[in-house]
């Protein structure tokens, strides 16, 4: 992506915008780029995004040259100077790194969220077992050609990315392909290209499928040991066909019930749609390619769906940070599902995927790390009530007029400040009409004699 692109968004997982040049945070971010999913840097830019346009070239080259002395082993970079009406930009790109890097000090950084993190030593042991002496996603697959693409594959994920984007690529098919990692500059098809866009990517990578078990009952075995399985399929294809074809097989054995709401009838699935999804497409998206021989699983039982991929938890993530960092083992295969509108928003999936279940009354999911493996358990047992839709996007003072109400049938703009007495008077209102405007509330009287009831 150009740096004219990237103008006007703010610091994030892979954004770093700094508004005057700071050898030594310009240092920390190229380590932390390096050693997570890479990234750009904007020189002359506020976090918020703001062009400020007050950069001198030679303080630039002499930051530059500082940091990149400072890095050991060395990180790679490219930069451009770019000018804009409001001032020069420089903008610095960080791929990742196969290596493992740390600053001059020994210290070993990584990108969490806008922030560069340090890691313990423990964590440092983790994130270097993952990387490896080559770039496992850009290798090319020996025997492959362009013809073992898949053109109408290729065409529908341009027309996402378009879409997500919102204005058409100006590359064309091949130099896209290249720039994504899915061909070498020789034009022979890697593999991420073979797993997204392969026409049949088993064939050269028999692993790549998954397969879905259906179990009667609770365990995995029937009476007297025989198999307990009532269905069994196994999906093959590029990952955007099994990601569908997979998430319609479990639908269409998860059970189903009717709640009506008024006179609406509404379909209540036995696992939050999101939920289920998000660990399906994650297990897709992070699993190890290469360790070969064992394919990703579902398999649903009578209480739980369980979702497993080969390959143990990626970089320096472990289950106490598994909801607020994130690393990508696939940088490129995440990118391209994320362009493809499989992925939402990168870094966010976990954090919802706990938040619906709760919703609905069920347990958190259960996050199962090995050393070969990883597995998310979701369990369809209610252990609380499901909270209430309408109940899901108020806010804790609009939850507290909630229940002041259902102990005393109504409430009023003075009940509410004596709840509240902090808040101004102002929010207040705005509360209360947001309420009637989502039909929770109705506005009963007028002026003094106002007070509300629910719907």
Known sequence: MSV????????????????????????ETLVAFANTDGGHILLGVTPAGHVIGNLQEEEVEGALRHALVNCRPPVKTEWQLVSTGQGDVVGVFVPR??????LADGRVIVRSGAQNSPLGGEQIRQLAATKSSSDFEAEPIAGATLADLDEAIITEYIEKREERQRRKLTLS?????????????????TTVGILLFGRDPQVFLPHSGAVFVRFTGTEARGPQGLPGYGRR?????????????LWQIIWSEMRVQAVVRGLQREEKSEYPPFAVREALVNAVCHRDYRVRGRRIEARMFDDRLEMSSPGGLPGYITLDNIVEEHFSRNPRLVNGLFQWGYI?????????????MVKNGHPQPEFKPTPYAF?????????????????????????????????????????????????????????????????????VGDKKGTYYVLK
């Not at 892979?14 to 005057?20: A, L």
């Not at 098919?173 to 098809?189: D, F, H, Y």
């Not at 939402?344 to 619906?356: A, N």
Request: aromatic residues 2%; hydrophobic residues 35%.
């Open 4 to 27: 004219t692109h990237l103008i006007g968004r703010r610091s994030g997982p892979q954004i770093e915008c700094m508004p005057t040049v700071d050898a030594e945070r310009l240092t």
């Open 97 to 102: 790194s196969t290596e493992l890097h740390s």
């Open 173 to 189: 098919r091949q130099e896209l392909l290249v720039q994504i990692g899915a061909l070498t500059p020789e034009l022979a098809p």
């Open 233 to 245: 399929e196994e999906i093959v294809g590029p990952l955007a066909r099994l990601i569908e074809r």
């Open 344 to 356: 939402e928003e990168l870094g966010l999936g976990i954090d919802r995927m706990i938040e619906d």
């Open 375 to 443: 597995s998310v358990v979701l369990r369809n047992i209610q252990t609380s009530r499901p909270i209430p839709v309408w109940q899901q996007n108020m806010n804790e003072r609009q939850l507290r007029a909630i229940q002041f109400i259902q102990t005393s049938t109504r409430i009023t703009n003075r009940d509410y400040r004596d709840l509240c007495p902090d808040v101004s008077a102002e929010t207040l209102r705005l509360d209360f009409a947001d309420m009637v405007d989502k039909g929770i509330l109705l506005k």
